[in-house]
């Protein structure tokens, strides 16, 4: 694995967006000695079908898998992941938003620990969608939001279950937990990225919803 390269990873089916994406990603500041680079997936046929796509194709020991409409703002992201990364060896995931503690449901923000902040566009609204401040460098949380998923280690994402574009993001949480890596959300003064509110089927989604609980029996 090359320790000084970072892949960006997205599933792709909307090439405007993800220019946009690009666009911001390619404004990062790149830390002395790193280089980067984007994987687009296109017509794949699950988010996991994807992420594991991408990930066979990169020797990028640092990736960041997001989606297409997902936008980085903070200048420093690389350095900053980095730096939590360097902080603990066992740190095997950051996500910018999550739950300390998992509720029946399987739906993180039922939680009544949920911690971390983004920028939210839904429709004409753009605001802040926060939860609790993390105080330290980073909090140790049970699952993360799926809009970016950052990882120093390579473990496969469950396509074999999850073959849709659903609970992905809280089974790979579980994934790494297996393998005694932590999950966590990193402290942010202002929110380090902004995502794009689309439209959900709630009946796929509560398919995915049973697909995850009756794996992980929480």
């Not at 690009?22 to 000695?33: A, D, E, F, T, V």
């Not at 988010?47 to 903070?74: P, R, T, W």
């Not at 095997?92 to 739950?99: D, K, L, N, V």
Request: glycine share 6%; with cysteine; aromatic share 14%.
């Amino acid at each position: 694995m090359n320790d000084k390269k970072i892949s960006f990873i997205s599933a792709v089916n909307d090439d405007i967006q993800y220019q946009q994406c690009l666009l911001l990603i390619n404004s990062l500041n790149i830390p002395k000695g790193f280089t980067i680079e984007t994987i687009p997936i296109k017509n794949a046929t699950s988010m996991c079908n994807a992420y594991n796509e991408g990930m066979l194709l990169s020797d990028a020991k640092y990736k960041v898998y997001l989606h297409q409409d997902a936008f980085i703002l903070n200048l420093d992201f690389i350095q900053n992941i980095i730096d939590i990364f360097n902080l603990d060896s066992s740190i095997g995931i950051i996500g910018m938003c999550g739950a300390k503690t998992l509720p029946p449901s399987g739906i993180w923000w039922d939680s009544a620990d949920t911690m971390g902040k983004i920028y939210e566009k839904n429709g004409s609204y753009f605001g802040v969608l926060g939860f609790r401040e993390v105080e330290k460098e980073y909090e140790e949380v049970e699952s993360i939001d799926g809009l970016i998923i950052i990882t120093q280690y390579d473990i496969e994402w469950r396509s074999d279950i999850f073959d849709g574009w659903h609970f992905y993001d809280i089974s790979q949480s579980k994934e790494f937990k297996m393998h005694d890596y932590k999950t966590v959300v990193p402290k942010q003064i202002t929110p380090w990225c902004m995502h794009t509110r689309g439209y959900t089927d709630m009946n796929i989604y509560e398919l995915y919803r049973l697909k995850f609980i009756n794996t992980y029996k929480i």
